[in-house]
């Protein structure tokens, strides 16, 4: 159990730490937390207790279930603090104006955000599919000083990227497609050295379309949610999930993250034929 969680547990004497679902997220001054086991009295205990255990909280909000629907949302339930979901998040140098209840975001990602914006070069044209409120995008934009190409379909996401945009000072690298990323092909003639895929749950069914926006020797960062008892096994899943759909591409497989008991979340870096 992480730290911040038993912290606030052993504070708030409600019992047993054993007993925590899960860990915390912090976004921005917003802490989002799992208490699924904890009666009504006692998450109002733990919650006070985050916000004087973190400093830079403010808000704290208990996320029911899991992350759901086509914008990938969390279900969230204000504990205690501010009654607000908008907030300013940093990260890598970069600074976020997310809204948790309306857009996706997981801080858990920022490392593999930073691993992805280090490979890339200068000259590369960069198209991320899923862009969110643009934590993929603006590293490489600032970072690299490639230009980007993001798509969203959640407009409100989609507006908060651009607002981002500016707020790093990146806005005349990167533009924001409002839309469906099937569509990409009628919305935009360009090819792309680079593609990200960062939507675990249905990267599969939009690979066609990556292909089809890819110049020839692109890279395609393919993210899945996978399930193995380890990284070997997930890794071999991920494998034959791509043999069927891109069967004479090299891919190196590596694990991200774990994402739930054996489901880890998987990356393929699939190289596009000459
Ligand atoms: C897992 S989230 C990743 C967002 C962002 N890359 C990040 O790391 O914060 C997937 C994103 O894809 C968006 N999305 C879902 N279906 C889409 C589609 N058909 N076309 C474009 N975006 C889509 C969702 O709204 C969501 O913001």
């Given at each position: 159990m992480p730290r911040l969680i038993r912290a606030a547990l052993s504070k708030s004497g409600v019992g047993d730490p054993a007993r925590a679902s899960s860990g915390v997220d912090v976004v921005g001054d917003i802490a989002i937390v799992r208490l699924a086991e904890f009666s009504s009295p006692e998450k109002k205990k733990v919650a006070s207790a985050l916000l004087s255990e973190l400093k830079n909280v403010r808000v704290v909000m208990e996320q029911e279930g899991g992350i759901e629907g086509e914008f990938r949302l969390r279900k969230l339930r204000h504990l205690a603090g501010e009654r607000r979901t908008l907030t300013l998040?940093?990260?890598?140098?970069?600074?976020?104006?997310?809204?948790?209840?309306?857009?996706?975001?997981?801080?858990?990602?920022?490392?593999e955000r930073l691993r992805i914006a280090r490979q890339v070069k200068r000259s590369e044209r960069v198209l991320n599919m899923?862009?969110?409120?643009?934590?993929?995008?603006?590293?490489?934009?600032?970072?690299?000083?490639?230009?980007?190409?993001?798509?969203?379909?959640?407009?409100?996401?989609?507006?908060?990227?651009?607002?981002?945009?500016?707020?790093?000072?990146?806005?005349?690298?990167?533009?924001?497609?409002?839309?469906?990323?099937?569509?990409?092909?009628?919305?935009?003639?360009?090819?792309f050295d680079r593609i990200l895929m960062p939507h675990p749950s249905e990267a599969d069914r939009f690979l066609p379309t990556a292909l089809r926006m890819a110049k020839a020797k692109a890279t395609i960062h393919y993210y899945r949610h996978v399930l193995g008892e380890d990284e070997a096994e997930a890794a071999e899943g991920l494998r034959e999930e791509l043999s069927g759909l891109v069967p004479d591409a090299k891919c190196a497989v590596r694990k991200v993250r774990e994402v739930g008991p054996r489901w880890l979340e998987m990356a393929a870096e699939i190289r596009v034929r000459a």
């Open positions: 998040h940093r990260e890598n140098g970069c600074s976020y104006r997310v809204d948790v209840a309306k857009c996706y975001f997981s801080p858990r990602l920022s490392t899923f862009a969110g409120v643009g934590p993929f995008s603006i590293p490489i934009a600032k970072i690299a000083g490639a230009s980007v190409t993001s798509c969203e379909l959640n407009a409100y996401a989609a507006e908060l990227h651009e607002e981002n945009d500016r707020l790093n000072k990146v806005e005349r690298l990167v533009t924001v497609i409002k839309g469906d990323a099937s569509e990409l092909p009628r919305a935009t003639k360009s090819k």
